[in-house]
């Protein structure tokens, strides 16, 4: 029997692609650049299954492709707002996500966007670089502490949950807001309470920080009606998804004084970064680096892996979302 052909869109870890290659022919993309729309079509004809990522997106149109002969995405990353899980559906195609493995590296990067933000590191870093610093002295670049302050996170689900604990360790106080709440246990175990409203949450978080998917209903999610209910000394942190921050409020929040600072690891344009947000002191951006461990992208791929593994073994893949 001729084994299953799987294109994998972008580089994985080393370990994944040879656990791929062990397993089926595989196309790999040695190039590590996006591939083409055209490049994608002609894949759905052409392969059993593709392993994405989350920037490439399959509308309907690309699913409904005629004589496609793919049957199951197994998408490398939690987020699947770039597929067209209706239309996957009516092409019978299988979709599937990694949410499990990139919860701890995720959390890792909000309470480090937290403290940068906080404590102006990267701006102190910068300064330094540039030569600008003249020594010790007790008024500069002064920040804030984050012991006693107030996190509040903007749904509650794994990451938000992983990033409440090390809030936690570092004595803030937790506060959420998601449409369900935590089970008393969860909550309990946090110390954490339910904001009534995402309005209530944004007028006493000292630290704003994002945990909910992409998609319509997130969508600006953070607007200048929002951003005007939160303390001047309120810092912004989103590992979400981009799209939840309108980011040309974002900027005029920040140039006004409005809130404090904000800590981004992902954008509403990626690559693209809005450029005002790029000539600020009090904004600290990371290039998309929320699961950027070894251990994590390695977990990740395994993940894709194995739901690859089970539906062409004719079982139910364990991380199917279509």
């Known amino acids: 029997m001729s084994r299953k052909r799987v294109l994998v869109t972008r580089r994985l870890p ?3 692609e040879s656990h791929l290659a062990r397993r089926y022919d595989v196309r790999l993309n040695e190039a590590d650049v996006p591939l083409e ?3 994608l079509a002609a894949a759905m004809r052409e392969y059993d299954a593709i392993v994405p990522t989350i920037t490439d997106r399959f509308d309907a149109e690309l699913l409904e492709t005629p004589g496609a002969r793919v049957k199951i995405l197994a998408n490398f990353g939690a987020g699947f707002e ?3 899980l209706a239309a996957a559906g009516r092409a019978g195609i299988r979709v599937t996500n990694t949410p499990d493995a990139l919860t701890e590296a995720t959390a890792d990067i909000a309470m480090l966007l937290m403290l940068m933000a906080a404590r102006r590191a990267g701006e102190g870093e910068r ?3 540039a030569g600008g610093w003249t020594g010790w ?8 502490t984050l012991t006693g302050k107030t996190a509040g996170l903007v749904g509650f689900g794994r990451i938000a ?3 409440a604990a090390r809030a936690a360790a570092f004595g803030m106080n937790i506060l959420y807001h998601s449409r369900r709440p935590a089970a008393p246990e969860v909550e309990a175990r946090l110390g954490a309470r339910r904001a009534d409203s995402l309005e209530a949450l944004a007028a006493e978080a000292d630290i704003v920080s994002l945990h909910v998917p992409g998609g319509k209903e997130t969508h600006h999610l953070i607007d200048a009606a929002l951003l005007a209910r939160m303390k001047p000394t309120a810092i912004v942190v989103n590992t979400a998804r981009g799209p939840v ?3 040309e409020a974002l900027a005029a929040a920040l140039v006004s004084g409005q809130i404090a600072a904000a800590g981004l690891d992902v954008y509403e344009r990626e690559p693209k970064v809005h450029p005002r947000l790029l000539t600020l002191d009090n904004a600290v951006l990371l290039p998309h ?11 990740m791929g395994m993940q894709a892996a194995a739901n690859l593994e089970a539906f062409f073994a004719g079982r139910e893949p364990p991380n199917r979302v279509a």
Do not use: C
């Open 137 to 144: 002295r007790p008024t500069h670049m002064l920040g804030q």
């Open 82 to 84: 770039h597929v067209d």
């Open 127 to 129: 300064e330094l670089r």
């Open 245 to 247: 921050i309108d980011e």
């Open 37 to 39: 729309r055209a490049e």
């Open 161 to 163: 949950q992983a990033t």
């Open 14 to 16: 080393a370990a994944v």
């Open 289 to 299: 680096l929320g699961s950027a461990t070894i251990e994590t992208r390695t977990a």
